[in-house]
């Protein structure tokens, strides 16, 4: 067992309590996104392609979190199908993400209504990209 007497530092139960603040932190935030993920899934048909769908999920579960004030941690990181697509494909998304990250809450919204609803078989990663550029060039308003 540890103790100050073994040569830890006096302050190491506080260590441990920030430790474990820090997991409960990354876990809640875990917790979140699936529960916010898991209502979207269940609430939202699936159309257009399977990537281009989780995608959208992925992102709408962002901005779900972001708008209920609630820590977004990991803008970075994509549907599950996304490891499986060609490097010019991920290079698209990548793109994407980063283009939509740094939109407001309402243009964000506005980007997620216009895709799901242009969201077809026929839809492009270049399209969706875009569309996005239009939002943030307006203002958020078109």
Not at 88 to 94: G, N
């Amino acid at each position: 067992m540890c103790s100050p007497a073994r040569g830890y530092p006096r302050l190491w139960p506080m260590t441990i309590l920030s430790i474990t603040r820090i997991f409960f932190s990354i876990g809640t935030y875990h917790m979140e996104r699936d529960y916010y993920e898991k209502m979207l899934r269940l609430s939202v048909p699936p159309k257009g392609s399977r990537i281009m769908y989780n995608e959208w999920i992925s992102l709408a579960t962002r901005w779900l979190m972001q708008k209920q004030g609630l820590s977004v941690i990991d803008w970075s990181s994509k549907s599950e199908w996304f490891e499986s697509q060609p490097s010019s494909v991920k290079k698209q998304i990548e793109a994407i993400y980063q283009a939509f990250q740094p939109l407001d809450v309402d243009q964000k919204q506005q980007c997620l209504r216009t895709w799901y609803a242009n969201m077809d078989d026929g839809w492009t990663w270049d399209r969706i990209l875009e569309m996005m550029q239009e939002v943030n060039g307006v203002g958020g308003r078109h």
